[in-house]
């Protein structure tokens, strides 16, 4: 591979690392960077929501002269078929936007051009992660039948069920180390074919670069998860089998039944399971400050000087300190400005730090409950995206960002409480009792 295309393929990656886009993430090996693995957050409001598929990507030596190819990754072991273009093999076919991947040979103008890159191409991918996915099978205009209404029902209903279980479940049981039955002590047997069983795709890799990015959106998103299973319940019995579509046959399907009752226990499991985790952080802290690590230092570090910043702006709206002397574990108060909706409001947020940060990333929480803001999930959960994620001072400014911001542009994955949500972007008559929620809970924290 030319060093030109090495510097491309590297800067298509940073650009992917450092933009805005919350629903993509890219990882490579410094060992290959030809071989790239993707993970796409599944789009709000399809049966795919927030689910988090994941994608081999390898260049060739002519990139980007030819399309790179496309392996899909979130298959259940090659047996679940998530889309007419994404086949359970780990084919992806692409017709989309004119995008090729070596999988289709596309009509004239539908061929693969130097001009796109990585990102337009899962970009791409995730187009076809529509709310009615059956219009994705090839002929459908043409032979759309009386029979095709109910097929498309069916067809929603089935991938809502797998993405829940397999593209949300399993990868984050996996790397909790959590079985069926809900034990954290091992693994259920990968190898084997029980539909009992957990099946991954490599067995256990040592490293899932994707794990922290998994954790911190499922506790984003757990409220609209369990809301959507617990609708789906009243829809589909429990053991009722998936409806076998016209273009699935022999191993290219999606197979199964329904058991929401079973997803909602486990989706519990696994909220409980991360929440130790990210409490078990504090215990690390204390052992890393002992054994003087650096990351220790550098928190510690970090916490001075954004503490030394405060006190030289007078910023009389946050007040920052570490619970009990340790780097790990940060406490922040903010005050709210006078003159806006936090008015009056002292809101006391608990900050959770890895020893492996920036690897993975903090996991903040209010500690005062039922504070009502779309930024804020019913358990406390407060989602906000710094500007940059390997310095604590840029938190600190996205923490107190998303608390302030007051007229946020519509973003379904960056707004994690469901009833906060419908009213803040609904009628005229809902936003004024949005606001009217939102300064209850204000004056609760006072």
Not at 133 to 154: F, K
Not at 187 to 206: F, K, V, W
Not at 342 to 361: T, V
Request: include cysteine; aromatic fraction near 10%.
């Amino acid at each position: 591979m030319s060093d030109q295309a090495i510097l491309r393929i590297t800067r298509e990656i940073k650009q992917i690392q450092q933009g805005a886009d919350l629903s993509l993430a890219v990882y490579y090996d410094d060992s290959d960077i030809r071989s790239v693995r993707a993970l796409i957050l599944g789009p709000p409001d399809t049966p795919y929501q927030f689910g988090f598929f994941e994608f081999l990507i390898k260049f060739g030596k002519d990139y980007p002269a030819t399309s790179p190819n496309v392996r899909a990754l979130t298959t259940n072991g090659g047996r679940s078929r998530f889309n007419p273009n994404i086949y359970s093999s780990g084919r992806v076919c692409l017709l989309a936007n004119g995008h090729l991947c070596r999988t289709w040979r596309g009509e004239s103008g539908e061929q693969w051009s130097s001009a796109q890159c990585l990102e337009s191409l899962l970009i791409s991918i995730q187009s076809l992660m529509s709310s009615n996915p059956y219009e994705n099978e090839p002929g459908y205009e043409s032979s759309r039948s009386p029979s095709d209404i109910e097929n498309m029902e069916a067809y929603v209903s089935k991938i809502h069920h797998e993405t829940l279980r397999l593209a949300v479940l399993e990868p984050l049981e996996a790397s909790l180390n959590i079985t069926l039955e809900g034990s954290t002590d091992s693994l259920a047997d990968p190898t084997s074919e029980s539909d009992d069983n957990i099946i991954y795709e490599d067995g256990r890799p040592s490293f899932d670069p994707f794990a922290d990015f998994r954790k911190r959106r499922f506790l984003w998103y757990y409220e609209p998860y369990m809301q959507s299973l617990v609708a789906a319940e009243k829809k589909h019995s429990r053991k009722a089998k998936f409806q076998s579509m016209p273009f699935e046959g022999g191993n290219n399907s999606m197979d199964g039944h329904f058991d929401y009752p079973e997803l909602k226990r486990r989706m519990a499991v696994v909220r409980d399971a991360i929440l130790r985790e990210t409490r078990g952080w504090a215990v690390e802290g204390h052992l890393a400050k002992k054994q003087e690590w650096g990351i220790a230092a550098s928190l510690q570090r970090q916490y001075e000087q954004i503490v030394e910043t405060i006190k030289h702006q007078n910023n009389i709206t946050v007040d920052l300190y570490l619970d009990e002397g340790n780097p790990f574990m940060w406490r922040l108060t903010y005050f709210g400005r006078p003159m806006t909706q936090l008015d009056g409001g002292m809101f006391k947020l608990l900050i959770h730090l890895s020893p492996r940060f920036p690897e993975e990333q903090p996991r903040v929480f209010l500690e005062a409950s039922s504070f009502f803001h779309i930024r804020v999930s019913k358990e406390g959960v407060l989602c906000y995206v710094p500007r940059r994620t390997e310095e604590m001072r840029y938190h600190i400014e996205g923490i107190v960002a998303s608390l302030e911001e007051e007229h946020p542009p519509y973003d379904p994955r960056t707004t994690v409480n469901p009833e906060a949500t419908k009213l803040f972007w609904g009628t005229p008559e809902d936003r004024r009792k949005y606001n009217r929620e939102l300064r209850r809970s204000v004056e609760r924290t006072a």
